[in-house]
């Protein structure tokens, strides 16, 4: 007797010599120079997806990503696009990970350094919400400048419009 498998055509895990990819399917939206705007169609499990930092960064409902395009592709074309596991995992220590950690550290430093006034805890919390201002201004302001040369999105096959 075979077991039946249920098989999600719109996302699947690729593991393969040590290597993840997130891969989603999509419609190519505008295409030049060799980068691509995709648009992706949302799904109930988008919610939980730790990827959606790089398709729907402001959390709205316009699933769009940028990808690197070695296809070619025109407007309309239907494409399948992977993200590598090392690159969410990437993003998701620089966003939440170690600002996390730079809020630990500048709370108990903050502690120590204003002991000596009359509400330490007030100034410690306020001196780490600082210290995450800084790091997330920086943070974005560096990716800006870089742009989409870093995007760590790539599709991997095509299909044209019949």
Known sequence: MLKQVQHYV????VISMNKEELVEEGIII????????VGLQEKAE???CSAKLFCSPSGNSNKRIIAVDP?????GDKVRIAVSGKSVLLATSLLYGLPLLILIIVIIGGM???ESESQPELFSFLTALTALGIYYSIFFLAGKKNGVNKNPAKII???KPV
């Open 46 to 48: 988008c919610e939980e």
């Open 157 to 159: 096959s095509v299909s």
């Open 112 to 114: 120590s350094l204003f």
């Open 71 to 75: 296809y070619d592709t025109s407007a």
């Open 30 to 37: 505008k295409s030049q120079n060799g980068i691509a705007e």
């Open 10 to 13: 719109y996302k699947t895990i």
